[in-house]
Nanobody, 124 residues
Framework: QVQLVESGGGLVQAGGSLSLSCVASGRTFEIYSMGWFRQVPGKEREFVACITWIGSSTKHADSVKGRFTISRDNAKNTLYLQMDSLKVDDTAVYYC?????????????????WGQGTQVTVSS
C-alpha cells in the first residue's frame, strides 16, 4: 500500500501562484509515476500533470502548459505542483496519485493510489 497526503491548497487571486505538495509513504518502491489531477463538482476528474518516479519524464495538460510545473524530490518522497498565472478556471479539488504501471501515463484509470485532495480556489 502507498499513502498519499496533499497540502498547499488555498485561496488566491487570479494571476497569483500556489504550490502543492504530496508526501508518499508506505511501499513507495512500487511507484513508477505520480500525477496531479483535478475535479470540479459535476465533472470528471481530469489530468493535470505527471512525472516518472525515476528519471525526469514529465507531461502536462495543454490547459496548464507554461503555467504549472510538476516536480519531485525522491529523498523526501514528495511530489510538487508549482502553479503560476492562476486562472479562475483552475479552481478545483486537486488530487495526487501514484501509479504502479510501468512508464508514464495520463490515464487516471492507471493510477492505483489517491490522496484525499486539496481545494484550490482562484478568485477574479
Amino acid at each position: 500500500q502507498v499513502q498519499l497526503v496533499e497540502s498547499g491548497g488555498g485561496l488566491v487571486q487570479a494571476g497569483g501562484s500556489l504550490s502543492l505538495s504530496c508526501v508518499a509513504s508506505g511501499r513507495t518502491f512500487e511507484i513508477y509515476s505520480m500525477g496531479w489531477f483535478r475535479q470540479v463538482p459535476g465533472k470528471e476528474r481530469e489530468f493535470v500533470a505527471c512525472i516518472t518516479w525515476i528519471g525526469s519524464s514529465t507531461k502536462h495538460a495543454d490547459s496548464v502548459k507554461g503555467r504549472f510545473t510538476i516536480s519531485r524530490d525522491n529523498a523526501k518522497n514528495t511530489l510538487y505542483l508549482q502553479m503560476d498565472s492562476l486562472k479562475v478556471d483552475d479552481t478545483a479539488v486537486y488530487y495526487c496519485a501514484a501509479s504502479q504501471t510501468p512508464g508514464i501515463t495520463t490515464n487516471r484509470e492507471s493510477y492505483d493510489y489517491w490522496g484525499q485532495g486539496t481545494q484550490v480556489t482562484v478568485s477574479s
